[in-house]
């Protein structure tokens, strides 16, 4: 399974963003698609996930502003950032939770950067 985001770049802050993430390659069953962040020196961190069945979580820091969406029949999901701050700036990592014959893997993309000035 691979896993490519794209959408990230350079906004001001108060502005928005989206970013997709689809997944392709040889899909049995992708369970949870979440979107994580990693900034420069900071560890990789949970932003939202999205169960194949809608169930959402997001981290506190997110709530109000972003929102995770899917569309499982294009494997995709989606990641609508509105309200950007300079501290969202970070690579923006898609997970995929993938259940497979041989049990359940998790993918990751390679990441696509949100640069939020001030």
């Known amino acids: 399974v691979q896993l490519v985001e794209s959408g990230g770049g350079l906004v001001q802050a108060g502005g928005s963003l989206s970013l997709s993430c689809a997944a392709s390659?040889?899909?049995?069953?992708?369970?949870?698609m979440a979107w994580y962040r990693q900034a420069p020196g900071k560890q990789r961190e949970l932003v939202a996930s999205?169960?194949?069945?809608?169930?959402?979580n997001y981290a506190d820091f997110v709530k109000g502003r972003f929102t995770i969406s899917r569309d499982n029949a294009k494997n995709t999901a989606y990641l609508q950032m509105n309200s950007l701050k300079p501290e969202d700036s970070a690579v923006y990592y898609c997970k995929a939770e993938a259940y497979e014959p041989g049990g359940i893997s998790d993918y990751w993309g390679q990441g696509t950067q949100v640069t939020v000035s001030s």
């Open positions: 999205m169960t194949s069945g809608g169930n959402t």
């Open positions: 390659g040889k899909i049995f069953e992708l369970n949870v």
